[in-house]
């Protein structure tokens, strides 16, 4: 499979861009560069005769065409293994592992892995698999009527939150992301067949994960996430914060939208 090295420094200025949008203070008395800070680094460059009508990199060489499909992401897994601080300069290789094909209701979708591993000089501090998928324009999730279950769970936090369209054009500027379905309207209602503009996952993401380690203060081995639904721009939704009855070191975190569904689905492990 494919690899790619990109290196970028940690610089503080970017990541008070982030927290501002956020409205959190990341940074307060810290040398330490906060959890998901990565997502807004190492941003991919392309000249505009190789992005395809999606706004990301045209298909083809190490992704199938998949003409009619919209790509979506749909989670990833991240092993925390040193702490990353603010002027580290990090280097990021990116493998595909893998790019497999499902069916659902006789229609294909394809899951791409993506293995983002980086390094401060030739130790690794972080360890991301990232899973997006590829599905039919006109695809509906089958998922809609998923309800919280809160089994062996303890509930510790809510909070209500919601992005608006300036939240995600700073953001896609900040990773310098120009997928159309966080800015272009039209784009994202007829091609793509969204009701509206979409929350980016690794915006919700950080959101989540700082927010929990705002009040539970300890250092985290490991946090995994699902996109179970589409997060909507000016769309009420809910974080919910739950500790494990079986293992106290799990955190889990929903972000629920109306009728208590599941749009995000997430495993935080402290450090005990």
Excluded: C
Aim: net charge positive.
């Amino acid at each position: 499979m494919k690899t790619n090295t990109n290196f970028d420094l940690i610089d503080k200025n970017k990541v008070n861009f982030l927290e501002n949008i956020l409205g959190s203070k990341f940074l307060n008395k810290k040398k330490i560069a906060p959890y998901g800070v990565h997502w807004i680094f190492f941003n991919e460059n392309f000249n505009k005769k190789d992005l395809g009508l999606d706004g990301h990199p045209k298909r083809g060489k190490n992704i199938p065409l998949l003409k009619g499909y919209k790509r979506m992401f749909a989670g990833a897994s991240l092993v925390f293994k040193k702490k990353i601080y603010f002027e580290d300069k990090i280097k990021k290789i990116t493998e595909i592992k893998s790019l497999s094909k499902k069916k659902s209701n006789n229609k294909n979708i394809y899951f791409l892995n993506l293995a983002n591993t980086f390094f401060r000089d030739n130790l690794e501090v972080l360890k991301e698999i990232q899973t997006i998928v590829f599905v039919k324009n006109n695809h509906v999730s089958n998922r809609d009527k998923k309800k919280s279950k809160n089994i062996n769970l303890k509930f510790l936090h809510k909070r209500n939150f919601k992005f608006n369209n300036i939240d995600l054009f700073r953001y896609s500027a900040l990773t310098y992301n120009s997928h159309r379905i966080h800015y272009d309207l039209e784009y994202t209602t007829k091609v793509e067949g969204h009701k509206n503009l979409l929350v980016h996952g690794p915006l919700t993401a950080t959101y989540v994960v700082n927010e929990v380690t705002s009040f539970i203060k300890k250092d985290i081995s490991r946090y995994s996430f699902s996109l179970l639904k589409p997060i909507y721009v000016n769309e009420k939704i809910t974080l919910k914060v739950y500790r494990s009855k079986l293992d106290k070191s799990v955190i889990i975190a929903k972000v629920l939208k109306e009728k208590n569904e599941i749009a995000f689905l997430s495993e935080i492990q402290f450090i005990s």
